[in-house]
């Protein structure tokens, strides 16, 4: 088993950028791949990124394409997620899972984060 943390999260303005952090410890995290998931007030968990065991593929919603970079650093069982010009809209909790493979679908990842949050201001 593995256990997800994130770290990051918080206020910025509309424009700026964030990096979220997601430190794993348990098994190898270098087994797992990992997805970044985000869920707003009253709206389902979607998908926002993912990336592969090794980090040489990585997946993005059509809504991250351009302005959000998944990477990870195995060394340091470190995934991350930089999230630059920041709309309103990308306010929500991120949550960070692993999993066997870089899925889109949340139900794919046994292993998840308790998720933190994300304000973009007007």
């Known amino acids: 088993q593995v256990h997800v943390v994130e770290s990051g999260g918080g206020l910025v303005q509309a424009g700026g950028s964030l990096r979220l952090s997601c430190a794993a410890s348990g098994r190898t995290f270098s087994n797992y791949a990992v997805g970044w998931f985000r869920q707003a007030p009253g709206k389902e968990r979607e998908f926002a990124a993912s990336i592969n065991k090794s980090g040489q593929f990585t997946y993005y919603a059509d809504s991250a394409k351009g302005r959000f970079t998944i990477s990870r650093d195995n060394v340091k069982n470190t995934v991350y997620l930089q999230m630059n010009s920041l709309k309103v809209d990308d306010t929500a909790v991120y949550y960070c899972?692993?999993?066997?493979?870089?899925?889109?679908?949340?139900?794919?990842?046994?292993?998840w984060g308790q998720g933190i949050q994300v304000i973009v201001s007007s």
């Open positions: 899972a692993a999993g066997s493979a870089p899925f889109r679908v949340s139900k794919s990842y046994p292993y």
